[in-house]
């Protein structure tokens, strides 16, 4: 109680002398950075600007194309502007849209000066036109890029060199007029069309490529027939499709419908080629494998798939790369973010890449190949493939046990398949009635049988008397069959039995069956007294189940006369 009141007194007095010190003002936190803003037309960077003047002069709003220029003319004289550089650009710009930078800051080592960039040229009759762009800071809003003054002057005089009659002066107004999703309608026929005839000739052309190469892929693979040739088929067609969109793409009438058939080019080759590689992967591991086989190297076997399959891993990742960098995404900053996430990804995908690098470890120390009949967690059965993941096995009866590479790699595993030679080996017995003299003759016989048989290794193989058992003279034979294969060793095994059985029998003794002797002895309450001499062989009772080990009548008999 005294405790508790000293600590009130305490904190009531350390309360009254905190009131009695002087304020102190608060740090003031730092200012939160405001994220930059975003312009509504998308001119942060000199391809937006582009792309953004192209779309809206497709549509035919001039109005808001003129909103990337940096003109200094009069409203009409702006969209006028605006009409005659989206024709000098669909006539003439060289180079592609998805070449100019996606940088706010433009391309820096593009040799100009700060705050331009250069997003193409266009060859005309006076000489070379540069489509520059400039970085302009209006008002307080965000910098902008604009389509520079010094590039405008010159459009009007390159105008009058490509404002020739276009092609769509032939065709009828209706298909003019009617548009669907801003495209006229004649467009979507002249699209429809492009890709039609690019399927055919792709098809016509990886047709006769096959022709031509048919005769060489049979020379190199062996085969007669031509289904590695039809898994070429379709990746190359894809190939020589990518090829004709692209040719098709040439002859568009505008700008920003040849920057759409060039990127769907792109990713019809890169979708191609990828497949392609996938293709000839699993060709060139398949002819390795059947090698590997021919030369009795099936440990190698292991090791060409797991090589073929990171492989593909490989050319899957660097395809997504690829196309995610066409798509205009950091891949740099992706990869970078993927480095700071890694150790959650790592404790994420912890059993996972346990499992791979045990499959990694299970292949490289060769403990086990595909086709190896093992002994492997509690299972007999035939390896049937060794992935990233797990092994499958086939165990006796037909069914697949897929165990994780992890505990694999960690378990004791008994590979039967690189046995060197099998063992020979038995016990069994003879009967007690066998004479010295049958017993050195089955040794000796047995001895010689196995050391002429050439199966057996003449070092290890070996019989001998091993011991007096409860009911039999028991012996063990011991060698080596120069056999690795099971069934073959089961075949030799059985002969080499049934010749031991043949001189056992033409010895004169037999095998012994499991027995039990019983001797009879007078029991002391009715007078019974114990037999002068034992028992003969006849007098014994052979304990087989279900028998009756209990004395027979005349025995009974004989014993009474002699009490």
Request: with cysteine.
């Amino acid at each position: 109680m005294f405790r508790l009141a000293t600590l009130v007194t305490l904190s009531l007095l350390a309360r009254a002398a905190y009131g009695q010190l002087p304020a102190v003002t608060a740090p003031t936190p730092p200012p939160v950075a405001k994220p930059a803003e975003q312009d509504p037309f998308g001119r942060d960077s000199p391809r937006g600007c582009v792309l953004g003047f192209l779309k809206a002069a497709e549509r035919g709003d001039y109005s808001q194309a003129v909103q990337y220029l940096d003109a200094r003319v009069t409203v009409p004289q702006e969209e006028e502007l605006a009409r005659q550089l989206q024709v000098v650009l669909n006539h003439g710009l060289s180079g592609n849209i998805d070449e100019i930078s996606r940088a706010p800051e433009g391309d820096v080592k593009d040799g100009l000066r700060i705050n331009r960039d250069r997003a193409g040229f266009v060859l005309t009759n006076f000489g070379r036109l540069d489509i520059l762009l400039d970085r302009i800071q209006r008002n307080s809003g965000p910098p902008i890029w604009l389509f520079s003054s010094e590039t405008l002057r010159d459009v009007p005089r390159a105008f009058q060199e490509f404002d020739a009659p276009g092609i769509e002066r032939f065709i009828p107004r209706t298909l003019r007029e009617t548009k669907i999703f801003s495209i006229s309608l004649w467009r979507w026929l002249a699209i429809i069309l492009a890709v039609a005839l690019a399927l055919v000739s792709a098809s016509l052309v990886t047709r006769g490529l096959i022709r031509l190469v048919r005769p060489a892929v049979r020379r190199i693979t062996g085969q007669k027939d031509d289904r590695y040739l039809h898994s070429l088929t379709r990746p190359m067609r894809l190939l020589f499709l990518a090829v004709a969109v692209r040719l098709v793409g040439q002859l568009a009438i505008s700008l920003l419908g040849r920057a759409v058939w060039i990127g769907a080019s792109n990713v019809l080759a890169l979708a191609g080629f990828s497949w392609l590689l996938l293709r000839l992967s699993d060709i060139l591991s398949e002819l390795r494998s059947r090698q590997l086989l021919r030369k009795h190297a099936t440990d190698q076997i292991a090791i060409l798939s797991l090589i073929r399959r990171l492989f593909k891993i490989l050319v899957v990742f660097f395809a997504v790369v690829l196309l995610l960098r066409g798509a205009g995404i950091n891949v740099s900053a992706m990869l970078t973010g993927l480095g700071i996430g890694g150790v959650a990804l790592a404790l994420a995908a912890q059993k996972t890449l346990e499992n791979v690098f045990g499959g990694i470890t299970v292949i490289t120390r060769k403990a086990v190949r595909v086709g190896d009949f093992c002994h492997l967690a509690d299972e007999l059965g035939t390896i049937e493939d060794i992935g990233l993941g797990s092994t499958r096995v086939r165990t006796l009866n037909r069914t697949v046990v897929s165990i994780p590479n992890a505990k694999v790699a960690q378990m004791n595993l008994e590979n039967y398949s690189m046995r060197d030679r099998n063992w020979f080996h038995h016990l069994f017995g003879l009967r007690y009635d066998t004479s010295p003299e049958q017993m050195r003759s089955v040794l000796s016989q047995i001895t010689q049988m196995l050391r002429r048989d050439p199966r057996v290794e003449r070092e290890s193989a070996r019989i001998r008397l091993i011991g007096f058992g409860p009911s039999s003279l028991n012996l063990e034979i011991f060698a080596y069959v120069e056999i690795t294969d099971y069934a073959a060793f089961l075949e030799a095994q059985e002969g080499l039995l049934l010749q031991v059985m043949d001189i056992i029998a033409a010895s004169g003794t037999n095998i012994a069956l499991p027995s039990q002797i019983t001797y009879f002895d007078r029991d002391k309450s009715v007078g019974f007294r114990k037999p002068s001499s034992p028992p003969t062989i006849e007098q014994q009772t052979r304990q087989q189940p279900g028998s009756d080990s209990s004395p027979t009548a005349s025995e009974y008999k004989a014993f009474s006369r002699e009490a």
